[in-house]
T-cell receptor, first 116, second 114 residues
Framework: AQSVTQPDIHITVSEGASLELRCNYSYGATPYLFWYVQSPGQGLQLLLKYFSGDTLVQGIKGFEAEFKRSQSSFNLRKPSVHWSDAAEYFCAVGAYNTGTASKLTFGTGTRLQVTL | EPEVTQTPSHQVTQMGQEVILRCVPISNHLYFYWYRQILGQKVEFLVSFYNNEISEKSEIFDDQFSVERPDGSNFTLKIRSTKLEDSAMYFC????????????FGPGTRLLVL
């Protein structure tokens, strides 16, 4: 069964500082990996995704993530955080097999607080 | 940009009552999903739906739950007899046919069972 671990429940960074949110996954085959962001009271917005190819993927809002198979990780990074980045961030793994609808399995999320 | 919409945004109901949550997926998508998020917890998969039938369902999706695509645009989740523990945010998502397409999520319906 697939699973995702986000070890940091809550992170606080200063505006302008760099950010790294950790994500570790467990899946028996090649995973498809995603980062979603959820602002308070809002839905889930896709930041970026990894299916194959280049292990460093770029997303919206200046975010990037690096897939490291040897570490089963897909950490999210941003070089300079803005106050508007304060939100909950969810890592997810999907098992996309041809012909199946395939669910996403989410981590427990990391709440990011940005101080001015 | 096309988006998934959900109605209502909030619903309050009494325990034991039936509720229907509605979703309008992105128009050319063929895979549909419901997820839920209990307050303070992670997003959990409930059910996936393709070609007018359930593809996969989780342990949470018991006989009290059902899904339907009553017409060409709506996708509904029905809870027959709500329980207190059904209180959660319910998200609808949809995806296109290609294997590597992204699931796009709606804004959610917050359900409160009293």
């Amino acid at each position: 069964a697939q699973s995702v671990t986000q070890p940091d429940i809550h992170i606080t960074v200063s505006e302008g500082a760099s950010l790294e949110l950790r994500c570790n996954y467990s899946y028996g085959a090649t995973p498809y990996l995603f980062w979603y962001v959820q602002s308070p009271g809002q839905g889930l917005q896709l930041l970026l995704k990894y299916f194959s190819g280049d292990t460093l993927v770029q997303g919206i809002k200046g975010f990037e993530a690096e897939f490291k198979r040897s570490q089963s990780s897909f950490n999210l990074r941003k070089p300079s955080v803005h106050w508007s980045d304060a939100a909950e961030y969810f890592c997810a793994v999907g098992a996309y097999n041809t012909g199946t609808a395939s669910k996403l399995t989410f981590g427990t999320g990391t709440r990011l607080q940005v101080t001015l | 940009e096309p988006e998934v919409t959900q109605t209502p945004s909030h619903q309050v109901t009494q325990m034991g009552q039936e509720v229907i949550l509605r979703c309008v997926p992105i128009s050319n998508h063929l895979y549909f999903y419901w997820y839920r998020q209990i307050l303070g917890q992670k997003v959990e998969f409930l059910v996936s739906f393709y070609n007018n039938e359930i593809s996969e369902k989780s342990e949470i999706f018991d006989d009290q739950f059902s899904v339907e695509r009553p017409d060409g645009s709506n996708f509904t989740l029905k809870i027959r007899s709500t329980k207190l523990e059904d209180s959660a945010m319910y998200f609808c998502a949809s995806k296109g046919l290609a294997v590597r397409e992204t699931q796009y999520f709606g804004p959610g319906t917050r359900l409160l069972v009293l």
